[in-house]
């Protein structure tokens, strides 16, 4: 993420930027193996453990350090919600990165 947008952003719209921030997210948590059945859960706990101090310095930071520090309680192997996805094409993408090794998808989906 361009952090002049974020900054510039969180100063002009501060509202709309943390929803794009927390939405980001909460995409990097699907995108890594957490159920949309269980988002919810997800997201009250990200939101539950974000630090205050790393929060003040930069929102972004703050918000994926607490999305990957909960992100093993929720992962499933597996199980891919099939229906949520228009194209074969948009499945298959999404079950390649679920097949790499963790550390790998993290800097996958982080980037």
Known sequence: MDANWQSNNLQNDPDSAMLDLHERAML????????????????????????????????????????????YSFMTEGEVEEELFRFPEDLETHQAILSLPVMERLVLTLH
């Open 28 to 71: 990097f948590g699907y995108q890594n193996g957490v159920p949309a059945t269980k988002m919810k859960s997800y997201q009250v706990v990200v939101t539950e453990n974000i630090s205050t101090a790393a929060f003040e310095t930069d929102p972004a930071i703050s918000l994926y350090r607490a999305a990957i520090l909960n992100l």
